[in-house]
């Protein structure tokens, strides 16, 4: 049964090219459900597998305190591997069919005001070389939306800064170019020419954000620096890795953006994600209403 996942993950890897992020993620919840069917279900092949095992998964999964949308992600994983493993004919049928995907309520995101954009983007020492990379990172994922991992993964040979724009690779091994804006293009160009040069240490790295070593920034410390830096703007909102990513689109689209173009700067596959910061958008107006309407 291990074997079978292994296969469906390097399917994963090798013919769907998911992002690595997505692949360890239906490792860990096929893995979960391996090991719930061998220890609660004593199953030990997955053409023994019913639906009704699934359902028990699930609802373990419920009992156990996970969200619905964690549940909605689990099923997908495994409608995805059971449904490889019919068309490979390692089993006879596919259990996950009359399934349903639980509604998960899709939360609004956290976005920020544009004063406290300037607060967190104004935050960074600059007078250290670190405060002068932080403050590179920040106006380049507020200027062109990018997607942590995609602003880590980012080389110096794809950063265009005479011409004003990135080339970025997203989920699934997508290119995109993004255009930058002028304020963006000047904080990169001071880390590029000061900052990053003495981060380097005589190494050699492709890399076009380096941490305290010289060698490319991870997820975790560029996280890490992100909650120092809002505890300095003094932001009493909680931030995530993606809070500028939604305040770029949210404030684009709040100035008259069009939504496709919005989705091709997020490299969104499907429009109906991009949509949600029309949502965004209209709640802020009814607070912006209820606020200043002397009869709201």
């Not at 004003?164 to 000047?186: D, H, M, S, W």
């Not at 890399?207 to 120092?228: C, E, M, P, V």
Request: charged share 25%.
């Amino acid at each position: 049964m291990k074997d079978q996942i292994n296969d469906f993950i390097h399917y994963l890897v090798v013919e769907r090219r998911l992002a690595d992020n997505t692949v360890v993620s239906y490792k860990r919840d096929l893995n979960k459900y391996l090991q719930y069917l061998t220890i609660v279900e004593n199953i030990h092949s997955f053409n023994d597998v019913t639906r009704i095992h699934i359902i028990h998964f699930l609802e373990h999964l419920k009992d156990t305190g996970n969200s619905s949308k964690t549940l909605a992600r689990n099923i997908a994983s495994i409608r995805s591997f059971h449904q490889f493993s019919l068309r490979e004919k390692a089993v006879d049928q596919d259990p996950t069919i009359h399934i349903e995907t639980p509604r998960s309520e899709r939360k609004l995101p956290k976005v920020l005001s544009l004063p406290e954009v300037e607060a967190l983007l104004d935050a960074p020492q600059i007078s250290t070389v670190f405060g002068v990379r932080d403050k590179a990172m920040l106006e380049l994922l507020y200027a062109t939306g990018i997607r942590v991992s995609e602003l880590i993964n980012l080389n110096i040979v794809d950063v265009h800064l005479t011409m004003g724009f990135i080339r970025c690779i997203g989920k699934g091994n997508k290119e995109r170019i993004v255009p930058l804006g002028r304020v963006a293009t000047e904080a990169i160009q001071k880390y590029v020419e000061t900052g990053r040069p003495e981060l380097l240490k005589r190494k050699k790295s492709d890399a076009l954000f380096l941490n305290h070593h010289g060698n490319r920034i991870s997820r975790q410390g560029f996280w890490k620096n992100l909650k120092k830096i809002t505890a300095d703007a003094k932001i009493q909102k909680q931030l995530t890795p993606h809070t500028l990513r939604h305040s770029f689109a949210t404030h684009l689209l709040e100035n008259g953006a069009d939504l496709r173009a919005v989705q091709e700067m997020l490299g969104h596959a499907d429009i109906s994600t991009t949509q949600i910061y029309t949502h965004v958008t209209k709640a802020r107006l009814k607070d912006v209403y209820k606020q200043y309407h002397p009869r709201a």
